[in-house]
């Protein structure tokens, strides 16, 4: 259970201070600065019935006083309230806001991947005693409004000592604010726990993976040393555009002697094109239409020197995922008639009153392929901050995001509203409107 308001984005500008680069926010606070003017500690008795009775304002079912009592008593690692230095006196300390978690051992962290893991009234025996190094981290409520969010860092350094330094953390959000907040601090969404999938959690990897994070198919590709690996990702500059015509090119003008202007046909502006690399070179692209209930997949071109290679297969599963996260269910296509065996290795079937015909010298018959929309698709009712992200990359937060945490300024409309308050009145025109 986490929330907080808008004004983290105002507190989190302020915290973030100029540090080594970093892929985390976490890692790169400098919580020296922080400390000067908040305070951490460890809240019990009457101030944990405080701080019960403030989260309860913001957050519906939470759990009561004594289950968090109970488990303090079993854990105190598992509460540490926030305060302003200004407000702090360590004879009667208030707390203002609180990061609480729950040190889960191995048994716990199942039962928290696989959804069966009761956060309201914990079970003790499925947690790890305050010397006992746990199995996983569960951030079990994160109250923090306004600048008390920068104390959040200095709460995170508490459980940085060497038994809990490379126990990753996991989340459970309950609020839209509370996961933007997740993820500026540096958690991902959709952890792996022991090699079980479990989309409802965010995790924070407390130790840096030897390998690459597990990306989506259709936004794979990043920059390597290694000529062989293969990524796809999607075109979104001129640049990318100029790859996926090369390619084209390559394949269906040159060997296909396909006349360019029936090759280029004047749909690439209003498609979706994904770009599937051997190395950091491009070897061949997929375009992507979409229609009112349906996609249509098609100009699937791989150029000749990398078709011993498993390329064209992921470039049409990336194709498939990226068409079930955009919450489609039925992809139409036009198979040429001799390739009729790979399309169907993805499920692609001539359909009842499939048609063949001919264009650009070739037969083709209609095929489609029924898929069941992503768990997590884009559609209304979303963060709006997902919808405006760049296309494919819907799993990171983008830079509009980041430009949330200036001020409202308006400039356009402060700027018209001062030219209309300083324009001079014209005597005539008032007295032909009188």
């Not at 854990?75 to 609480?100: F, H, Q, T």
């Not at 979706?272 to 992507?288: D, F, Q, W």
């Not at 992921?314 to 390739?339: D, F, M, N, P, T």
């Not at 030219?419 to 409107?433: D, H, Q, T």
Request: proline content about 7%; aromatic content about 10%.
């Amino acid at each position: 259970m986490t929330v907080h308001d808008t004004r983290f984005a105002c507190s989190a500008k302020d915290a973030r201070l100029p540090a080594p680069a970093s892929d985390h926010f976490l890692d790169g606070l400098a919580t020296n600065r922080l400390a000067k003017r908040l305070v951490v500690f460890t809240p019990s008795g009457s101030t944990v019935d405080a701080l019960i009775d403030g989260v309860r304002r913001d957050i519906a079912n939470v759990s009561g006083p004594e289950s968090v009592k109970r488990v303090i008593s079993f854990n105190p690692d598992c509460l540490w309230g926030i305060a302003r230095k200004s407000r702090y006196d360590a004879g009667n300390p208030v707390a203002e806001g609180l990061v609480a978690f729950l040190m889960l051992n191995a048994k716990g962290l199942d039962r928290l991947a696989c959804g069966t893991f009761d956060a309201g009234e914990p079970d003790l025996t499925l947690l790890a005693s305050q010397n006992e190094k746990p199995a996983g981290i569960y951030v079990w409520a994160l109250h923090a409004r306004g600048q008390l969010a920068g104390g959040i860092p200095l709460v995170f350094e508490k459980i940085s000592t060497p038994l809990y330094a490379d126990v990753d953390l996991y989340a459970k959000p309950v609020t839209v604010d509370g996961r933007r907040f997740l993820e500026a601090l540096g958690f991902r969404p959709a952890a792996i726990v022991a090699g079980i999938f479990a989309p409802h959690l965010q995790v924070f990897p407390r130790v840096r993976e030897p390998t690459t994070p597990i990306l989506p198919s259709y936004d794979s590709y990043r920059r390597t040393t290694n000529r062989r690996a293969i990524g796809v990702t999607i075109a979104r500059s001129f640049e990318d555009l100029s790859r996926v015509v090369a390619v084209r090119s390559a394949v269906y003008l040159s060997e296909q002697e396909c006349p360019y202007e029936e090759e280029f046909d004047g749909n690439d502006l209003s498609a979706t094109h994904l770009i599937g690399y051997v190395g950091n070179e491009p070897a061949a692209c997929l375009r992507v239409r979409y229609f009112a209930d349906f996609v249509k997949m098609e100009r699937l071109a791989v150029r000749r020197e990398f078709r011993q290679t498993r390329l064209a297969f992921k470039v049409v599963r990336a194709g498939i995922e990226l068409c079930r996260a955009k919450g489609y269910r039925k992809i139409y296509g036009h198979s040429q008639k001799r390739l009729l065996n790979f399309w169907s290795r993805f499920g692609f079937r001539p359909f009842e009153g499939s048609r063949e015909f001919v264009f650009s010298d070739f037969d083709y018959i209609e095929v489609a392929l029924d898929i069941t929309p992503h768990p997590q698709a884009i559609a209304i009712g979303v963060d709006p901050y997902i919808m405006i992200r760049p296309e494919g990359r819907w799993h990171v937060p983008g830079i509009l995001e980041r430009s949330a945490i200036r001020p409202i300024t308006r400039p356009s409309a402060s700027r018209s509203t001062e030219r209309a308050v300083a324009a001079p009145v014209n005597p005539r025109r008032e007295k032909i409107r009188a």
